[in-house]
């Protein structure tokens, strides 16, 4: 069965909800240890269409199977910069539909006039390290003793992509393979 990346939309609230329960569950990856209620989702969504954010979902037979979004910080003097946030049910990971999130939701971030994307993942989440330098993501920080949780302390860092740094090549996406990185 393929899987579809498709702007976010509505009628997911309730799978998008259950793939970050899943995730958030996992208590390794997310600062958050559980979804919030639905109602919670859906005003999520609902800003997310209504400001024109950027959120995709991986879709496998009408089930969210992954999410990635970019949500625009609206401080003054803060608006060309998005914060990202990305999962994958875990037996869907390791087959390039982090990667094909990504590239969708930060050349849709980029293309709505952001210029810089930031995220803080921590320090011992492999993959997703990996994952962000191979799009350009550069370590711009470590937050030591971030999260002390279950007797563990970690680290975590602090990343960014700069519209002007990111390679083109690597935010074509499936559906405008060659126009989403230039300018609005
Ligand atoms: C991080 C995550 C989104 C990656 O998604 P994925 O679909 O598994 O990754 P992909 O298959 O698209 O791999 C893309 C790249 O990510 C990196 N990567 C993915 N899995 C990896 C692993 N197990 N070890 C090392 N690098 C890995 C590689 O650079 C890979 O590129 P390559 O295939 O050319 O080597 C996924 O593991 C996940 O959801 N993790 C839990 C939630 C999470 O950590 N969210 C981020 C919080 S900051």
Redesign the pocket.
């Given at each position: 069965m393929d899987i579809l990346i498709q702007p976010a939309s509505l009628d997911l609230a309730d799978s998008f909800r259950q793939a970050l329960d899943v995730?958030a569950r996992?208590h390794?990856?997310?600062i958050f240890q559980e979804a919030p209620p639905l109602e919670s989702a859906r005003n999520f969504i609902s800003k997310v269409l209504a400001k024109g954010w950027s959120q995709f979902y991986a879709v496998r037979d009408g089930q969210v199977v992954?999410w990635?979004d970019v949500v625009r910080d609206e401080h003054p003097g803060r608006t060309h910069v998005g914060r990202l946030?990305?999962?994958?049910?875990?037996e869907?990971?390791?087959?390039?539909?982090?990667?094909?999130?990504?590239a969708a939701t930060v050349a849709d971030a980029f293309q709505k006039g952001l210029t810089r994307i930031e995220?803080?993942?921590?320090a011992a989440?492999?993959?997703?390290?990996?994952?962000?330098?191979?799009f350009g993501f550069v370590a711009e920080g470590r937050k030591r003793q971030a999260r002390c949780l279950d007797g563990i302390c970690e680290d975590s860092l602090c990343m960014a992509l700069l519209k002007s740094e990111a390679p083109p090549s690597l935010f074509a996406t499936e559906s405008n393979p060659t126009e989403n990185m230039e300018s609005p």
């Amino acid at each position: 069965m393929d899987i579809l990346i498709q702007p976010a939309s509505l009628d997911l609230a309730d799978s998008f909800r259950q793939a970050l329960d899943v995730v958030a569950r996992e208590h390794r990856y997310l600062i958050f240890q559980e979804a919030p209620p639905l109602e919670s989702a859906r005003n999520f969504i609902s800003k997310v269409l209504a400001k024109g954010w950027s959120q995709f979902y991986a879709v496998r037979d009408g089930q969210v199977v992954g999410w990635c979004d970019v949500v625009r910080d609206e401080h003054p003097g803060r608006t060309h910069v998005g914060r990202l946030g990305i999962g994958i049910l875990p037996e869907f990971r390791g087959q390039q539909i982090g990667a094909r999130l990504l590239a969708a939701t930060v050349a849709d971030a980029f293309q709505k006039g952001l210029t810089r994307i930031e995220l803080e993942v921590f320090a011992a989440n492999a993959p997703a390290l990996a994952l962000y330098r191979k799009f350009g993501f550069v370590a711009e920080g470590r937050k030591r003793q971030a999260r002390c949780l279950d007797g563990i302390c970690e680290d975590s860092l602090c990343m960014a992509l700069l519209k002007s740094e990111a390679p083109p090549s690597l935010f074509a996406t499936e559906s405008n393979p060659t126009e989403n990185m230039e300018s609005p």
